[in-house]
């Protein structure tokens, strides 16, 4: 052929094509439903007349959000107990990730999956069971102490006892599943290279292995205090009866007043922000550019030998098993046939009038079937988005990808209560989107708003693991983008997606702080049911549904687990 | 011509990739990028493949215009009608053997009855026939790469893109795959576009070889054209063994005439007589380089000199058995060290003298 002029094919500003404006629609939506509501909230901190009042502005909230006496006190519980959490959790998380990762600890698998389902447990139902145990006067220890040494040393509305609760549902066990696979990963040729060297197992893992994994650790340690600062039912439960306050708790009593003080509330909720976003920032920042470079068979690691260790070992792991799943299953399950919660004590205690009352009260049949309808809409609607978030920020050369990874973070930054808050102004305030309120559509928003970070960040982690060369071969076949997000990418996530859809409908059906000022008579989950029961002092019928959602989150779990989601950090 | 490339530049960050690169690319032919790591090699594939943007230029595939910055175009990987076999193989693990070679033509919309019979007969060329319902995560390093081929091939694609499809392979089955390809591209008749940093698959299986360094291409050639007569020091350097020995011009010669170098450090005192290299003429008493492939170099082995003849007296430093013959490091006066190949037809030890002899016509004299 000859250099004859070549045809063009001409087409304007090519790179706005399809993939272009549907990122853009994507940030657009995410952006009006996260950031704006962010945006509410900070708006909503200078405006002080009370509700029901043409809107004034002014610095009474914050003024009164500092002036607060228990604020000090709140701000430093807050630190408090995040700091020491973290104190306990992080060396013995550490500790166990490496005994189920690189040793030959009998039965590691089934070990780990135990501590996935104990992550899995609502936190709610968990603090109920250890309110049996540890209940001052009631509780089970306690009492037996009483008989046998006679002194009931334990009390679980305290310091420690929130701390005690918080160590086994939060904070260890998700740095526990976070690290193992890390762990696992972690190429087994610079410990191999220490043992030859002439180093012992245990030298090994604290010279070598510990500081390999260092960003790792440092970046679930983020994780954890993120997690903490945010926690909400353990201190309302468990802090109310001593009036001990953290920043959550202290923003849910500004606006469950008779005048809700919403101009303070939202001034505390901006300063969590506030204190969130360098966490963010590190996070994002420990983790960038990661190698996720995936395992195959020719690094395949050699356990350690634990030698005379793997007795002790296998038993500290087991009595923690035990602790943080054990513990509160049987005893909430126990709860359930208790003819008044928590009283061991009395002449005949065990009935199944709870679960009749429950099972056939109109208002449970109706929350069950709100709950299922959320959940399952969550997960459906949140695979679909986080998908898309993760897709575009990993893959494409999208300008705005950053903006979308970092709002995709921001729902960690708000109280859930505060998030709750804002999507209620949101859908009051916008008048096309007031019909939603009071439906199970709000609820969903909210719930696939609230699993955002971690279902972003697990979708991501599992894009950078499986390689662009798959999708770029589609390309060259002939495939579109869209085909081959829909043929290559979406197939190949297919465990990956259904392990968050599995955590989201999860985390929806347990919910708590997000849906709380969300829900009215119409829409209202098994979760909130559970808070009303309380609230109207029917302990037996709240322990009943609260162990309902408990068997609900280890089912998803399970399903989770054998959908064989892996994914971790590192 | 199949292929054009046109003041090609791609920059990442504050690296130029590739900088300004142009080439063509004949019908039916095998062309090869070859370079070091980080030379942009493979941005220019991937810029050919439509993976990436160029920042500069213009590409043609076929005379049609795929991607040009001053006319402000670009088509889409999947419209160019390319086939492209990825280091990694990227075979979708979804998917198995059929289904992988059948992707490609089911999204062209070709009827089920035909996709059948060109699956089957493209894997019947690589000696795949009877493996499609196998999972393609069950094949072999060896199989993948056929499956890979086929998979590219299947569609007759105006032009196959080759990114170092054998380096993950090893040794023995690296040249086995290498005489396949050659093979099996005579036979279809397709232009290749092939990437690699191994100058023994590029001289082995090209037609015409670029050589590129920083983003720039340094010479276009034959293989032998550019072994016997690189264009540059680098091209020299990169493409074989190559001896070097430092001097002055003694006696610059007439064109195309012999030139006489004296000798530097610690061979002062000796002369070599060699050939003008690919450069503008040297004047007396610039510095030079003597450059001579090991091969050329010529062994007497008793140590005697004859002053006549162009040669030095060197000693055997080391020597390592490579299976068909001798790799040899020689001291040359006392200080300046050399790769030889010796022979397997002689007895040689380390330590032993020997009297090379550099025969001018092999010799090659650049600028220093």
Known sequence: ?????????????????????????????????????VLLVMLQSFQVAPPGQPAKYGLDGWRAAFDEPGLRAALLNTLKVTFVRQLLSLPLAVLIAWLLARTDLPGRRWLEFAFWAAFFLPSFTVTLSWILLLDPEYGLINTSLARLVGTAPFNIYSFWGIVWVHVLTGSLTVKVILLTPAFRHMNASFEEASRVAGASTLRTALRITVPVMAPVI????????????????????????????????????LLVTRVPRYDAATALA???LAAMLPLVLAQQWLTRGRRYTTLTGQFQNQPHRLGRWRAPALALVLALVSIVLGVPVVFALLGTFMKLFGFFHIADPWTLNNWKTVLTDELFLR??????????????????????IAYIAVRTRYAGRRALDFISWLPFTVPGIILGLALLWLFLGVEMLKPLYGTTTLLIVAGVI??????VQIIKSGLLQLGSELEEASRIAGASWWATYRRIVLRLMAPTLMAVAMITFVGAARNIGNFALLTTSANRPLSILQIDYIAQRKFEEAVVVACIIMFISLAGALLARLLGLRSGLG | MVLRLDGVTKVFGAVRALDGASLEVERGEIFTLLGPSGCGKTTTLRLVAGLEHPDAGEIALRGRVVASVPRRVFVAPHKRNLGMVFQSYAIWPHMNVFENVAYPLRLRGVKRSVVAEKVTRVLDLVGLAGLDERGATLLSGGQMQRLALCRALVYEPDLLLLDEPFSNLDAKLREQMRVELKVLQRRLGV???????????ALSLSDRIAVMQRGRVEQVGAPRELYERPASAFVRDFLGQTVVLRGVVREPGP???????ALDGALAGSMLRGHAGPAAALAAGAPAHLAIRPENIEVAGDGRSTPEANTLTGTIDALLFVGDRYEARVVLGGEQR?????????EWHEGQRLQLTFPPQTVSVWPA
Request: hydrophobic share 55%; glycine share 6%; proline share 5%.
């Open chain 2, 338 to 346: 050399i790769l030889m190949l010796l022979p397997r037809a002689r």
């Open chain 1, 218 to 253: 440092l970046s679930v340690l983020l994780l954890g205090t993120m997690v903490s600062l945010q926690t909400f039912e353990v201190e309302q439960v468990l802090g109310l009866p001593f009036r001990f306050f953290v920043f959550s708790t202290m923003i849910y009593d």
């Open chain 2, 191 to 201: 232009t290749v576009l092939f990437v690699t940093h191994d100058q023994i698959e």
């Open chain 1, 367 to 388: 929350s069950l079937h709100n709950t299922v309808v959320l959940a399952v809409g969550t997960a459906v609607a949140a695979v679909v988005v986080h998908s898309l």
């Open chain 2, 255 to 261: 064109r195309g005439g012999t030139i006489t170098v």
């Open chain 1, 450 to 455: 609230a699993g955002m970070p971690l279902g």
């Open chain 1, 1 to 37: 052929m000859t250099t004859a002029t070549p045809a063009v094919h001409r087409r304007r500003v090519p790179r706005i094509e399809t993939q272009a404006v549907l990122c853009t629609v994507v940030l657009g939506i995410v952006a009006f439903c996260v950031v704006f509501p």
């Open chain 1, 270 to 272: 901006v300063v969590i």
